[in-house]
């Protein structure tokens, strides 16, 4: 400032004595008027000149010039320059913190004070059916038109959160969503989503499995205690009395059948995936299923047992457990002697297949099973002859006890049958876990 005061009087008195050597006091007036005119002109294009730059938005290099201007220049530019770095910074933050919360496994809206969608994530679309640039500043009222939300968007309660029915919800495919309401700032609210579908459907499951467990094991407690108190209460002769005996006897071993498949199949679900370090002879498999094939068909029917027809087993070993393997086998051969009427024929063996994978299958000449009841056949205790399935000791659990051993050893369980015609059971196991008995 001090030095632009000097220029600004050395320009006058300049302009002053020029004056005045050429024409005294008048000249002198004269000079002093055209310094100042002179000053005028040059500041105010130096002034013009720092101004069109900074209307120019100061993206190119600032005027160079020395003076009050230059430095006003130079101050502009560094203070822009800062600025902008800082707004570059927060927008990298806000790319970050956004693409964190677009990574989220939750979906996130952000709903403006009137209610209308400012951004979503990817899950929130999908969860709510957004579409991300169309629905954009729309009233999320207006389009998330499941009632349980409507009354809890209205309720101003976001205490707990609300289930609702997913938009993209079928009857084949039903999609539950959790979502809740997060008031913030001024009258904002963040609305989370969360797929709920996976977690009730286990929690539908987990009661369902209670529910069966204790049905099953109500049912022969019932007789059994029934029993109990008659050979408490009543005087009974001998021959009453050990009937009586067997028929608890009956009772209390389908209770042990049913705890050691329910033993089987959590020790199945809990244990690491079996390697392929144990090799067994599927002849050495085959034969030990044989034999309990042929105690339960002789146990069963004794008058016409089944035709039980096993074919030679390839020169083969199979990696697995080997209890889980022949408790497959055995579930599925018992089955087909169990359903299997009386003198009826059952064929079981191994064969290899053309792509080195091996198969054991089972086919027999029983009722067969309609269509509708197949892919369910593997649920636990669902059964389509339940008498015949009770009558015969079966517990409802052994093809889910096959599914599992199959799933754990890579494998697949194939069940064809027409009813009337018989059914084929048969699993598969990769060429991975097969190998040459020589090989050994
Ligand atoms: P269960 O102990 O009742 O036999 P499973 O899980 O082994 O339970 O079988 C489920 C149901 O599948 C059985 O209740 C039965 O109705 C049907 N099933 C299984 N194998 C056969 C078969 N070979 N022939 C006809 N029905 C069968």
Avoid at 57 to 64: I, L
Avoid at 294 to 302: D, E, M
Avoid at 370 to 381: D, G, K, N, S, V
Wanted: charged share 20%.
């Amino acid at each position: 400032m001090l030095w632009r005061l000097w220029v600004f009087l050395l320009l006058h008195l300049a302009g002053g004595l020029v004056g005045w050597s050429s024409a005294r006091s008048r000249g002198a007036l004269a000079g002093v008027i055209a310094a100042s005119v002179c000053w005028f002109i040059i500041d105010g294009f130096r002034g013009e000149r720092v101004l069109r730059w900074l209307r120019g938005g100061a993206q190119a290099e600032p005027p160079r010039m020395n003076g009050m201007w230059g430095e006003a220049a130079d101050r502009m530019r560094r203070a822009l320059r800062t600025r902008q770095i800082q707004v570059e910074d927060s927008q990298t933050r806000l790319r970050e913190f956004l693409a964190a919360i677009q990574a989220s496994p939750n979906g996130v809206v952000l709903l403006d004070a009137q209610g209308r969608i400012e951004w979503c994530n990817e899950t929130a679309a999908d969860h709510f059916g957004f579409d991300m640039r169309r629905d954009m500043l729309q009233l999320v009222g207006n389009l998330v038109r499941d009632p349980v939300f409507t009354a809890y968007h209205s309720s101003n309660d976001y205490a707990s959160e609300a289930v609702m029915i997913g938009p993209r919800s079928t009857s084949s495919r039903p999609v539950r969503l959790a979502v809740r309401l997060h008031p913030y700032g001024e009258g904002r609210k963040l609305l989370l989503s969360r797929d709920v579908t996976a977690v009730e459907q286990a929690e539908t499951m987990r009661r369902d499995f209670v529910a069966n467990v204790s049905h099953e094991i109500r049912t022969p407690l019932t007789v059994l205690a029934g029993f109990v108190e008659t050979l408490q209460s009543l005087p009974l002769n001998e021959d009453d009395r050990m009937r009586y005996l067997g028929l608890m006897a009956q009772q209390s071993h389908r209770m042990q059948t049913l705890v050691n498949d329910l033993l089987t199949l959590s020790r199945l679900e809990g244990s690491p995936q079996p390697g392929t370090g144990d090799w067994t002879p599927l002849a050495t498999l085959l034969t030990q299923c044989e034999q309990e094939g042929r105690s339960l068909s002789a146990l069963l029917s004794p008058d016409l047992p089944h035709a039980l027809l096993f074919s030679p087993s390839p020169p083969l070993e199979l990696a697995g457990t080997p209890s889980e393997l022949l408790s497959a086998m055995s579930n599925l051969l018992s089955n087909a002697i169990r359903y299997t009427p009386p003198g009826g024929l059952i064929e079981a063996g191994w064969r290899m297949l053309g792509d080195g994978r091996v198969e054991f299958s089972v086919k027999d000449s029983g009722p067969g099973i309609a269509p509708e009841h197949i892919p369910r056949l593997t649920e636990r205790f669902y059964r389509v002859d339940r008498s015949r399935s009770r009558e015969t000791g079966g517990t409802g659990l052994g093809l889910a006890i096959v599914k599992h051993v199959v799933q754990r050893h890579g494998g697949e369980l194939h069940i064809e049958s027409q009813l009337g015609s018989g059914s084929l059971f048969a699993i598969i196991f990769p060429a991975m876990r097969v190998r040459d008995i020589q090989a050994a």
